[in-house]
């Protein structure tokens, strides 16, 4: 397992690159899914936009307002905090991905001040540069208007849902995991997120902000479905590369003949080397000493859950993006993707480490719960909409191209 980005250049490589060791494979994941989701709605957004069915808005403009030093300020504080302590992080790599990373991270006395104060000095450089340029345009202040189209939200979105869905995700872990004594360690590290707190946290505050900017939502609804589920299963890939204890029960069973063709590691793994130190002393590391102290791997094989959850959110996103054509109601794709969502949670539950509750009398976990009733969303609205889709199948495809 790569707890960072340095043990894979190391692994794959043979290359020690320390600065790599910042990244931590989680994130790197992570990002990587914003970056394709962002990428499937821009294209989905400006498919939509071309045949007419999404219109943008006029939105007023303030220009030509004169450079603040509240402005400069702002700049300079960021670009002093990159330089301060993103360029010392990058030259001292074992402090900040060490057991004492927090502290060095918030301490005064692990800093470069000259790099802190230059970065700053061409943050505020750059500002003044950007705003003498809108001045020689616009002298005087003044209000223009311009057409933003929906696509060129696609930023603001992902943002906004990154910050929303994790902030959703941790909180859901925390209410489910945490006692009084683990609280603040489990809010601020930097695993440990419940993927469906973070899918409904953002469903409402997205919600609310394309509302605000006249999208109609049960277009959105649709856009967004497959990246949603593209988006998941990177994520989840995450989760396997670094080990973040998001893995299935023990595996004990041999490997059916009929999947013989299947990597070992696909079927039954130990994670050696996982990010969270769980299991057994490894006799050997593999890695040298500098890379940090994750030197563990589990007793018994397990089922690698999160790979199986990548596979399976391939094949759905597939499936949700060859239908986006052919469906003619708005909100209808959704539904079949909250209906594939549900029965794939529900399925891998099965199989994946989770505590269980007791739900009408029936044992399930947290996850299973809330898939049975994202299923049974999708399912009464694919049924509803899907007859209105049956009436119109004789109509003109005004989805096609």
Known sequence: MYPNLRYAFYDIFGIDLPMLGLVQSYGFFLALAFFVSGTLLHLELKRRENLG?????????????????????????????????????????????????????????????????????????????????????????????????????????????????????????????????????????????TVYGGLIFAFFVVSYYIHRKQIPLRQMLDVCSPALIMAYGIGRLGCHFSGDGDWGDPNLAPRPNWLSWLPDWMWAYRYPNNVINEGLILDDCVYPDAFGDYCHVLAQAVYPTAVWEFLMGSVIFLILWSLRKRIKIHGLLFSVYLMFNGIERFMIEVIRVNDNYTVLGIRMTQSQAIAIVLFTIGLFFTVYLGRQQMQLKDKPDKLSE
């Open 53 to 193: 069915m999404l219109k943008g808005i006029e939105e007023s403009v303030k220009v030509g307002k004169p450079l603040s030093i509240i402005d400069l300020a702002i700049n300079g504080i960021i670009g002093f905090i990159l330089g301060f302590k993103g360029v010392y992080a990058i030259m001292n790599t074992d402090l900040f991905t060490g057991p004492d990373a927090k502290d060095a991270l918030f301490s005064m006395a692990h800093g470069n001040w000259i790099t802190g104060v230059l970065l700053a000095a061409g943050f505020v450089g750059w500002k003044y540069y950007e705003k003498k340029k809108e001045l020689e345009e616009y002298p005087k202040p003044q209000v223009i208007k311009e057409t933003v189209m929906p696509h060129q939200r696609v930023s603001d979105i992902v943002i906004i849902s990154a910050v929303s869905g994790i902030f959703g995700a941790k909180m859901l872990y925390v209410v489910e995991y945490s006692t009084a004594q683990t609280f603040w360690e489990d809010l601020t590290s930097g695993s440990g997120l």
